[in-house]
């Protein structure tokens, strides 16, 4: 079977995809909750700590080629303890499918499609998973990601110089006095659960060109987003004031809604969704392809392909059992997503990993 290749500008691409859609639209009200004006200020304490996790997961990578974590956490712990620290993501890889897969197609239907039913969006979605993971794997991932992500960036540069008229710097005033460092950190880990889903390279390296490229791309990949998430939340309570912002479910979505500039550019809201679902297409394609190719190396099978047609009937049958978005965004974002997974799988393994790696080869190459 031909190897599967990503170059460096594609990893760059898969991260700034992944990440930014979805931040946007999902991270900037909790964070203005906590930390009011002052959000701007967590999206740079989540950016900082989320680059801290891009460069251990890479590093950490880069100390065993051409291996995913499933096979160098059996290298570092021994087989069974090696398997058994992989279940946590093997969690979290399965059951936020499911949760991405039902926030997609809610807010589709809310913003785009009011009378699609929810069925159609979600076997669509899946079938494209099944299609893109099938045909192209990580190879044509990477080539979407490439190919749609400067989309994003050209979308998101036209749009938010038009909110400018309507801006009033003096609503991120007073900066800190009102808020303190506690609100300001409760603030940022909506955006760093999310940063910290970069953690996801541990299982994407391997399959890089020239993999030393990874820390660099990765973190420019995950800056860029962070860059855009904190300029993006400047523009909102500049535009809404901090109170009002809180309130909304979607408060970037509802700025770009809001734009009229010359009395002809209005209603570009599509555009949001647009980028909304590229984004979700990117990530969940991601996540689809990690569970499968790791499932695959955990129970050492040699076609990873097979487990396509496990996972997918797995993501379905999730999304539909989700009753509503506060069961299926809200509930597993506070209750697992930020208590159990940010802390374990996104800063707890792969810093230990790499710690105790690191120690072995010290200690290796000492004798």
């Known amino acids: 079977m031909k190897k599967m290749n990503l170059t460096g500008i594609q990893i760059f691409w898969i991260v700034f995809s992944f990440q930014s859609g979805n931040t946007l639209l999902l991270t900037i009200s909790p964070t203005i909750k906590e930390a009011q004006q002052d959000a701007w200020i967590g999206g740079i304490i989540a950016g900082v700590l989320g680059l801290f996790i891009a460069y251990v997961s890479t590093k950490l990578s880069l100390l065993f080629p051409g291996q995913t974590i499933v096979q160098y956490s059996q290298v570092i712990l021994g087989k069974w303890v090696g398997k058994l620290i992989m279940i946590p993501y093997f969690i979290q890889w399965y059951s936020v499918l499911g949760v991405i897969l039902k926030e997609f197609s809610d807010f589709t239907i809310a913003t785009l499609l009011p009378r699609t039913p929810v069925w159609i969006l979600t076997i669509t979605m899946v079938l494209l998973l099944i299609y893109i993971t099938y045909i192209g794997g990580i190879e044509g991932i990477g080539r979407c990601g490439e190919l749609l992500g400067p989309f994003i960036v050209i979308m998101l540069i036209l749009i938010l110089p038009l909110n400018i008229p309507v801006m ?184 230990f990993l790499w710690i105790v790696a690191s120690i072995r080869k010290k200690v290796a190459n000492a004798y």
């Open 168 to 351: 009033d710097w003096t609503r991120i005033l007073p900066i800190y006095e009102d808020t303190g460092i506690g609100h300001i950190f409760k603030g940022a880990l909506s955006p760093l659960s999310f940063f910290g889903e970069v953690c996801m390279l541990t299982m994407l390296v391997s399959f890089m060109k020239q993999p030393l490229e990874a820390p660099v791309r990765a973190m420019l990949g995950l800056g860029a987003a962070c860059f855009l998430f904190i300029v993006s939340t400047l523009f909102v309570i500049m535009v809404f004031g901090p109170g009002l912002s809180a309130k909304m479910t979607h408060p970037f979505f509802d700025m770009v809604r809001f734009i009229s500039f010359g009395g002809f550019i209005e209603n570009i809201d599509v555009v949001i969704v647009l980028i909304w679902i590229i984004s979700v297409f990117i990530k969940m394609s991601i996540y689809f392809f990690i569970s499968c190719y790791g499932t695959a190396q955990w129970l050492h099978m040699k076609d990873w392909r097979k487990l396509i047609w496990f996972v997918a009937p797995i993501v379905l049958i999730q999304s539909w059992m989700y009753p509503n978005i506060t069961v299926s965004d809200i509930e597993y974002v506070t209750r697992y997503w930020i208590p159990i997974v940010l802390p374990i799988n996104m800063f707890g393994i792969p810093l």
